[in-house]
């Protein structure tokens, strides 16, 4: 007896998979990848995170330093200060996010070493989240701002949110810089790998303007200029660090 072409007669001749049905069984497992990973994930507060992102204050330390000759080298270390912030707390804006804290809630964070204090207060969950937040630190500075964060926009394996700070950060001798940021918060379904890109712009009381560019690859490109002239440029990674080289200033400028 032959039991393949029995076999062929009971269940018919094998046919292929359509492109429908392909592209069904990718999205089934798709589905299942970010199910496994969101359940099986560390669950982060978003408050909780910009709390512990906004301790890391050695960029303002080094900022205070930088005064009052330095006024350029200043604004660069703060709005690195920032971006650094921004690229932090994004991991608690994901797929990984924990339960918000509910509106009205003050979140406290204190620093063992430099005494900082940071304190974050939810004002709103929906439609935006809504975050105002403020960090004292002791002989250097303060920083106050309010965080928006935006609904997911589903695009391909990369969802995004926009999340915009506010800033004004006022440092020892007067100094004070205020920064806008257009970031977004992107993550991909299957790797949970969270991305921070977009743009910044800082302008501080002593006449020196930043603008700098995260790109989606996280490279970080951008300027500081006084009047028309450029007197620094950034360059570097988020994941790797961001630096500032300032250019010598002619005499008088």
Known sequence: MDISSSDSNLYGP????????IGLLATGILSAAVIARYYGARK??????????????DR????ARSLPDASEAALASCTIYMVNVAYRAAEGQGLS???E????YSRTHRHPYT????????????????????VNIPEVGEVRGTRRVGGLRVTGLSPAR???????????DGYTTQLETDFEIAEYLVTGQTRLYGAATARDNMGNVCRINVGFDGVVTGTVTRETHVI?????????????????????E
Do not use: M
């Open 14 to 21: 094998l046919k292929k998979p359509t492109l429908a049905q």
């Open 44 to 57: 982060f507060n978003g408050a909780e995170r910009l709390a512990e992102a906004l301790l890391d204050s």
């Open 60 to 63: 303002l330390h080094d900022a």
């Open 97 to 99: 996010g924990g339960v």
């Open 101 to 104: 804290d509910p509106v009205g």
């Open 115 to 134: 005494h900082a204090v940071t304190t974050v207060l939810t004002e709103a969950n929906s439609p935006e989240h809504l975050l105002t937040y403020a």
């Open 162 to 172: 926009p999340a915009p700070d506010t800033v004004q950060i006022t440092l020892t």
């Open 232 to 252: 620094g440029r950034f360059e570097g990674k988020l994941s790797t660090g961001i630096t500032f080289r300032q250019y010598e200033i002619p005499p008088g």
